[in-house]
Every structure is written in structure tokens, then in C-alpha cells.
């Protein structure tokens, strides 16, 4: 399986928990650059006004930064900093 290929199954499986309400939080780890300051990321559903969303927090050596993202968005964000960051990520369900 190639990389592009495991990158769609983690997405699609990522994305049914979310669709199940069943996500409890996704962790991105393992950089792929020793030289960035950009740890991890903690990525969960919230609600903000109404509308399922996933906050993407990004760990950086000194400080922590907070996006949240929809959908769409956060398909096209996992995606970069898969190919770009990090070599490792793990879904957390309440599925066994």
C-alpha cells in the first residue's frame, strides 16, 4: 500500500467515526523533520454554533495553537500535514 493510499484509509475511517459520533480524538505524531518546532497534533469533534466541526490543535515546542475546521477543510488539512510533517497517526474511537 503506498503512502497516498493508507493517507485515504485513515481519512475514510477518520471520517465515518465522525460521521457515528463515535471520534473521541485523533493524535498526529512522529515529525518528519526533526528541525521544525511543530510537535504533534490533537485533533477532536466539537459543536460551535450549532455546526460539527474538528478542532485541530497544533503542538509547538513553546506554545499551542487552535483551529477549528470544517469538514471539508479538515480533509485537505490532514492531507498536508501528512505528506509534509508527520509520518504517524491514531484514531481514538469509542468503538471497540
Do not use: C, W
Amino acid at each position: 500500500m503506498s503512502g497516498t493510499d493508507n493517507i485515504a484509509l485513515l481519512k475514510l475511517s477518520l471520517y465515518k467515526s465522525f460521521e457515528n459520533n463515535t471520534l473521541i480524538k485523533a493524535v498526529l505524531s512522529k515529525k518528519r523533520s526533526q528541525a521544525s518546532d511543530l510537535n504533534n497534533v490533537f485533533i477532536r469533534p466539537v459543536v460551535i454554533k450549532g455546526t460539527a466541526m474538528l478542532s485541530f490543535v497544533y503542538r509547538h515546542a513553546t506554545n499551542d495553537v487552535t483551529r477549528n475546521l470544517s469538514s471539508g477543510q479538515a480533509s485537505n488539512e490532514i492531507d498536508r500535514l501528512l505528506t509534509e510533517h508527520f509520518l504517524n497517526a491514531d484514531i481514538f474511537t469509542s468503538e471497540a
